[in-house]
């Protein structure tokens, strides 16, 4: 006879939190994603158009940058609390914030109507998106490794980063379509359409993060009193080096990732005078290429282990920074999307962001975990992700306008990833095993509880 395979009790709640996590993931990475487009191909001809075209460029990837300046507020904030009551709760008020801000944007009156106060609601929006994004996909990696077996953390977690590309391709759909209109028609009102969409996406989220349950690792952590008064100084005095070497391990998913997707779109329609969608159709593609490709490099972590793989992406990734730009500079619209599908897509996204959640998350404590983890990110994100868009605009711009000294900035982003990760230790449980079967001692592994 055959024997019947035992049930595991935690199967359901362990997939609904993951749904619920990727769908909110969805939503955060739609809203932000667009923004970082509009940035590029709208805000600056109807928010800033007082302004002269460098000038107009400058002050949209400016205050693309006032979202990550807010995000650690929002992400500390949010974090204490999702330390001290719990990740579900948090997780309910991240999609409030992101989807209120966003809504607004989308009926905003343009500077031709009402003057400089365009651009400062512009500002208050992108705020509240920051506040909210800010503890977002923090809370999405910690709920998801929680609530995950320790074999298989690795794939669990990068889910909410597959979520967040579905976001990303949803939202670079909508704009590729609405910016094929004429210029009129896009500028006056097309633009608008993807921002009121999200209306739809921001109620799904809600509803499934409602019926979801909280992690049992958390839950034995308030069982056991582990919990800390002041989360986020149990975890710079405890685990202050570790969030350090996790600050660096995040350069690359900053700047090179941000250099992409936040720059390329108006690279390609300033400096090199192609239609304003053909960044925007690569960039799809390739963040389509992430939705499968960034499961792939968290299931694999679990098998050869976080490190080698965060290690060699950030090393390729600096080998390809030139190579990435030659493309581009081609102007053909196969070979630009190569560029993005390698860089972007596979480099970045499968190899780096895959593993990074069960990574990171896996490295402190339940009762800092949401905070630390929060605080190196978002620490990464106002330093590095926020002012790449910027940063990359006036570096080719000082090159005459070449791309060169971007292609060493994005370089640089890649060795500073690979050396920080050097020096973590592995996490993953299948790889520390192996490790220590090699040196015949024992392996403790899971994840980290002290």
């Known amino acids: 006879m055959s024997q019947t395979q035992p049930v595991d009790p935690h199967r359901r709640s362990r997939n609904r939190n993951a749904l619920a996590a990727v769908v909110g993931s969805v939503l955060e990475w739609y ?31 400016a205050t693309f940058a006032v979202g990550f300046a807010a995000r ?14 719990g ?53 999405a990696y910690v709920w998801t490794t929680e609530s995950a077996k320790p074999t298989n953390r690795g794939f669990y977690a990068a889910l909410p980063g597959a979520g967040e590309f579905i976001g990303v391709v949803a939202a670079s759909g909508a704009m590729s379509i609405v910016s094929s209109l004429d210029e009129d028609q896009f500028l006056g009102w097309g633009w608008r359409l993807p921002y009121l969409a999200s209306v739809i996406v921001i109620i799904a989220g809600l509803v499934l993060r409602y019926f ?40 690359a998913t900053a700047i090179a990732s ?48 976080r490190r080698p793989l965060i290690i060699g992406g950030g090393i390729a990734i600096a080998v390809f920074a030139v190579p ?58 106002v330093v590095f992700s926020g002012t790449a868009p910027f940063v990359a605009a006036l570096l080719v711009h000082a090159n005459g306008d070449r791309p060169w000294l971007l292609a060493g900035y994005m370089a640089l982003s890649g060795i500073i990833t690979a050396v920080a990760v050097r020096f973590l230790p ?4 299948r790889a520390v095993r192996r490790k220590a079967a090699e040196r015949k001692a024992p392996a403790d592994v899971g994840i980290a509880e002290g």
């Open 31 to 61: 809203d932000f994603f667009l923004f970082s487009t509009s940035a590029a191909l709208v805000f600056d001809k109807i928010f800033f158009s007082g302004e002269s075209e460098f000038a107009a460029t400058l002050a949209s990837f």
């Open 72 to 85: 650690p507020f929002g992400g500390l904030i949010l974090a204490h609390f999702g330390d001290r009551w």
């Open 87 to 139: 990740r579900k709760p948090v997780l309910l008020a991240t999609l409030v914030l992101m989807g209120f801000g966003t809504l607004i944007i989308g009926v905003l009156p343009t500077y031709a109507q009402i003057g400089v106060w365009a651009p400062a609601l512009l500002v208050f929006c992108r705020i509240l998106q920051g506040l909210g994004v800010g503890a977002e996909l923090g809370g």
């Open 212 to 251: 979801s349950e909280e992690s049992d690792t958390f839950k034995a952590a308030v069982s056991e009193g582990k919990q800390q008064k002041a989360p986020v100084v149990t975890a710079v005095r405890s685990h202050g080096k570790t969030i350090g070497l996790m600050i660096g391990a995040g350069c």
């Open 258 to 305: 941000y250099s992409i997707q936040g720059y390329l779109p108006s690279y390609t329609t300033h400096q090199l005078g192609l239609p304003k969608n053909v960044a925007v159709i690569a960039i799809t593609v390739a963040s389509a290429l992430s939705v499968f490709g960034i499961p792939i490099g968290g299931w694999l972590s679990d098998h050869v282990g």
């Open 324 to 381: 990435f730009w030659l493309l581009v500079g081609t102007r053909s619209l196969p070979l630009i999307t190569l560029a993005v599908c390698v860089g972007f897509g596979i480099l970045l996204n499968s190899m780096i962001f895959g593993p990074a959640g069960s990574f990171f998350s896996e490295l402190l404590p339940t009762e800092v975990r949401y905070t630390g983890l929060v605080l190196a990110r978002e620490t990464t994100a």
């Open 426 to 429: 592995e996490t993953a449980p």
